[in-house]
């Protein structure tokens, strides 16, 4: 997972992505392969799971059969 160090800036680690992906996330639910359909052109398949993870873990986002769901829309 890239996060910002002092050898990563900002705009080259994860934490640019997490907005975009969230904004997406809480107008509706996902499949995670339709959610990285509508991304694929600002970030790669690494950089999507990444993302996802982050957000995961701080428990923004979870996932039921293969559906993402943005938790503060609840």
């Given at each position: ?24 996330l809480s107008e509706k639910d ?14 790669t398949i690494n950089e999507f ?24 829309r609840d």
């Open positions: 997972m890239k996060l910002p160090s002092k050898v990563t800036p900002f705009k080259r680690s994860i934490l640019p992505f997490l907005p975009k992906l969230l904004e997406l996902y499949s995670i392969n339709r959610l990285y359909d509508m991304v694929s052109k600002e970030m799971i990444d993302s996802l993870d982050c957000l995961f873990m701080l428990e923004k986002i979870t996932i039921t059969k293969e559906v993402l769901h943005y938790v503060e």
